[in-house]
């Protein structure tokens, strides 16, 4: 067949690109496991596993330190807020953070710093200096460091193994998570009993020395940076604008956030249901954490399989509504036996839902921005956390746990129906490669990069049997415009001429203009082509690119011309 060579030199090819970055080449096979055939994904994980053990031991051993720093159980309560604030408060602009800078020494610079802080912990806490407020701003600032990390460390995921991987690679993040909060809470207990919580500040520190050595060992794939980085502010908006122009991603937002709504009451309610409906105490308590991390680290090893039956709108809706069962077999069961299973079956739902939201924010964004992406998909599902811990909280103050349980069982069922109107993508449906056909044009006039506002015109001349067509794709062509950063876009219809249209956009500076253009993607060559497909006459169509100048004084090239003039001899 003709089409065997050049399908065949396009393998080799891509096989060749990956070996260049220093990946490993995917086997075609859905596996849960396939990404730690990748040696950085490897050492990375092996070391984030052991950094996520010093943490949680960390939180053991602040926790039960303010116990005896205060008899408040507000203070008590507000360690664990200390540290989940800031990421609501921090992580758009962390994100923005990332995907304008190196993402390899913004996780240095975050792991560096959270070992720094968990050092003053330490050393604090042995002189006996650490008061509740003093201990509440040191795991806050912790809390910022993690923050920081987050989108650099999520979206650092795609740069470590190739892209049918990611929904794997993010399994095994969420695994690696699991297992340490199915034992680090108890050995850090253990930790905190024998030598103290100074013992288990210690612990944390030492727990990101690994990390910190694979990290500074790593070198990722260097992009050469063409435009200058953008501005804070912009960036964040640009972030904000990409999320709210990309159904795809909005979806995924909505579903995570109604997910981390009813989700969250298994582990929020979890002491009350040991100790009130089990009629447990703290033993108890930790075999019921344990049984949720267990079935967690069970779903992730079943992802592959059930990815590879189910598409995944059909598998997030199966994860609401088995945890929404869950929920209804822990609020009518009144024996460990009973409660363990359901409890496993909410903490297999748990990683299976949040990994899939997170590989398909992934899959959904290009690099360029992948980071804000994560980090406004992240503040939505803590947001979703954080309601519904209150919510079920108020609950179960006028209901009772049981109320509560059976309330955050319809608000799941619920989220499921959600998916009839706001469908998730399948993961492989979307190329986002850049599109790299456009070429920044010539110009015949001075201009800076900050020049503007620019303004762009598109002649298109259109028949009139293919105008119910055309307006179709252009509404498409509009949302991605204004989507990569176009502004007021507008399509205009020629009075004296019926077959003349014109596409009209602007941009505020010549810089952002060629940003804005590109950001084309692969997935959007279908809209460009569809549309060049309907223009008519033998010219392609006519662009007009101007820069806007304002009468009543010299425009700056000519000033400038001015001045060159009366320099030269």
């Not at 969250?264 to 105490?281: C, E, T, Y």
């Not at 039956?309 to 088995?322: D, I, K």
């Not at 794709?473 to 204004?482: C, F, L």
Request: aromatic fraction near 8%; hydrophobic fraction near 50%.
């Amino acid at each position: 067949m003709p089409q065997e060579p050049a399908t065949q030199t396009t393998a080799e090819t891509a096989e060749a690109d990956l070996a260049a970055e220093g990946l490993t080449p995917p086997t075609g096979r859905y596996s849960v496991f396939a990404p730690l055939r990748q040696p950085i994904f490897r050492a990375v994980w092996i070391a984030s596993l052991v950094s996520n053990f010093g943490g949680l031991v960390q939180m053991v051993g602040a926790a039960w330190l303010m116990t005896s720093l205060s008899d408040s159980p507000d203070m008590v309560a507000l360690v664990q807020a200390s540290t989940t604030l800031p990421v609501m408060m921090f992580s758009l602009a962390a994100g923005a953070i990332a995907d304008n800078y190196d993402r390899r020494r913004i996780l240095l610079t975050a792991q560096g710093f959270m070992l720094t802080v968990s050092i003053m912990l330490a050393v604090f806490a042995w002189h006996g200096l650490l008061s509740p407020w003093l201990l509440l701003g040191l795991t806050f600032l912790l809390g910022c460091g993690n923050a920081l990390n987050n989108p650099a460390w999520q979206s650092s995921v795609g740069d470590m193994v190739p892209r049918p991987e990611v929904p794997a690679a993010v399994t095994l993040n969420s695994v690696a998570f699991n297992i340490a909060r199915s034992v680090g809470p108890a050995i850090g207990g253990a930790i905190v009993a024998a030598f103290g919580a100074v013992a288990a500040f210690i612990v944390n520190a030492f727990s990101y020395i690994g990390l910190l050595v694979v990290l500074a060992r790593w070198q990722p794939p260097r992009v050469e940076r063409v435009l200058p980085r953008e501005t804070f502010l912009l960036a964040m908006g640009a972030g904000l604008r990409y999320v709210a122009m990309s159904p795809n991603i909005r979806a995924v937002i909505l579903r995570a956030s109604l997910f981390g709504f009813g989700g969250i009451v298994g582990l929020a309610l979890m002491p009350l249901v040991a100790r009130d409906l089990v009629r447990g105490g703290p033993l108890t308590y930790g075999i019921l954490l344990g049984a949720f991390g267990v079935g967690a680290v069970a779903g992730a090893f079943v992802s592959g399989r059930l990815r590879g039956r189910f598409s995944t709108e059909t598998l997030v809706r199966l994860t609401f509504l088995a945890y929404a069962a869950a929920a209804l077999v822990v609020g009518l069961s009144r024996t460990l036996w009973l409660t363990m299973p359901a409890l496993a079956v909410g903490g297999a739902c748990w990683v299976l839902a949040l990994s899939t939201f997170n590989s398909t924010v992934q899959l959904s964004a290009p690099r360029w921005v992948v980071g804000r992406a994560l980090a406004l998909y992240q503040m939505a599902a803590f947001g979703g956390m954080a309601a519904g811990s209150w919510a079920w909280g108020w609950v179960t103050l006028h209901s009772g746990p049981v109320g509560a349980l059976y309330a955050a069982a319809a608000a799941l069922v619920c989220g499921a129906a959600a998916g009839l109107r706001y469908r998730l993508p399948r993961l492989e449906a979307l190329n986002l490669d850049p599109l790299s056909r456009w070429r920044e044009p010539t110009v015949a006039v001075d201009i800076e990069p900050r020049s503007g506002p620019v303004f762009v015109t598109i002649e298109w001349r259109i028949r009139q049997e293919d105008v119910v067509e055309f307006l179709k794709a252009m509404e498409e062509r509009r949302r991605i415009r204004r989507r990569d950063g176009a502004r007021h876009w507008s399509l205009l219809r020629d009075l004296t001429d019926a077959e003349l249209w014109i596409e009209r956009y602007d941009s505020p500076t010549w810089v952002e203009y060629v940003r804005q253009a590109q950001r084309a993607t692969q997935a959007d060559a279908d809209i460009g082509d569809r549309v060049r497909g309907l223009h008519i006459g033998p010219e392609p169509p006519v662009v007009h690119r101007m820069v806007e100048r304002q009468t009543g004084a010299l425009p700056r090239e000519v000033l400038r011309a001015n001045r060159q003039a009366q320099a030269s001899p």
